[in-house]
């Protein structure tokens, strides 16, 4: 039961970001490879306000000691206002040249967290995050954070689908099929990527905020470019233009590596191999999954029925 709400937590989680890439790449034409920077904006931003004042061998300056609501909002707002100064620059770039200045933002954002201090402690983190206590409704904290993520991509979904079905979101996909007939009946391309491009960011930093609950630890270990491959590669996974897929993609990669490191192993050598082998196995998975795209194939019929 334990793995299932792990899988279930993280997988959640992290398609909350597999769902927002989707957005901004299968419908807006955005190649974002910096997707790890707005989710530590959030986590990062979720702990300072919640944090206590500074005291003893601390070296970060703010610690507002705000509740957890107030940090979770703070989150979503942190990640807009980094896509809003991001946003503004890089998109009007195209193509390698987008994916390479947004990657380059992500990096320039972990190098400032590793080294000032200020912020949140450097290379140590914040730790003992503050959280809701869940026993208050009678919940353990599996259960408890388990739901709040999978609602959190529930939310996710459901607003990233009207928002498609809305003539707002055909104007994404005209742009996404054919931007100079777009641009031909009057669309302003620059204005909806860049608004979809912040608006993809919001569910990122609550994410961010989630992750930081479940971790109660915020360090820039955690925010690593490693986490934008396994959001990409889930993409790919799952489908592109399909939130269906986005989801599966995720919940599948998140599961096939969480049963890869539930296996007991009786030494430190044989768990090194065994991570070295995950690795292995999840790059034939995607090379497996590249060659017949089951959820996309899915996906494709369920339209034409």
């Known amino acids: 039961m334990q793995i299932f709400l792990t899988i279930v937590m993280f997988g959640s989680l992290f398609s909350v970001l597999t769902l927002s890439l989707n957005l901004q790449y299968a419908r807006g034409g955005m190649i974002n490879f910096g997707v790890v920077a707005y989710f530590a904006a959030g986590a990062y931003a ?17 610690g507002l000691g705000a509740p957890w609501w107030a940090g979770f909002i703070a989150a979503g707002l942190a990640a807009m206002a980094f896509a809003f100064l991001t946003g503004r620059p890089t998109l009007r770039l195209r193509g390698e040249y987008l994916a390479l200045t947004t990657f380059a933002f992500a990096e320039m954002l972990h190098s400032l967290l590793v080294n000032e201090r200020r912020i949140g402690n450097g290379t140590v983190g914040l730790a003992n995050v503050e959280r809701p206590d869940p026993a208050g409704i009678g919940l353990s904290e599996g259960y408890a954070y388990a739901g709040a993520a ?81 959001v990409w590669i889930a993409l790919v996974l799952g489908g592109e233009r399909t939130l269906h897929g986005a989801v599966a993609g995720t919940m599948a990669l998140v599961g096939f590596q969480e049963l890869i490191r539930a296996i007991p192993f009786e030494s430190i050598r044989a768990a090194e191999i065994a991570a070295a082998a995950e690795d292995v196995l999840t790059g034939l998975l995607f090379i497996l999954i590249l060659r017949w795209q089951p959820f996309e194939v899915l996906a494709k019929r369920k339209q034409t029925a």
């Open 46 to 62: 979720y702990a300072i306000v919640t944090q206590q004042p500074p005291k003893g061998l601390d070296q970060y300056l703010f």
């Open 150 to 230: 999978f609602l959190l991509m529930l939310v996710t979904a459901l607003a990233f689908r009207r928002l498609l079905a809305s003539p707002y979101g055909r104007a994404i996909d005209a742009i996404r099929d054919d931007e100079t007939a777009a641009e031909a009946i009057g669309k302003d391309i620059p204005r909806l990527r860049f608004q979809v491009f912040v608006i993809s960011a919001i569910p990122i930093g609550f994410a961010g905020a989630l992750y930081a609950m479940i971790t109660t630890l915020v360090s820039p270990d955690l925010f690593t470019a490693e986490v934008t491959f396994f």
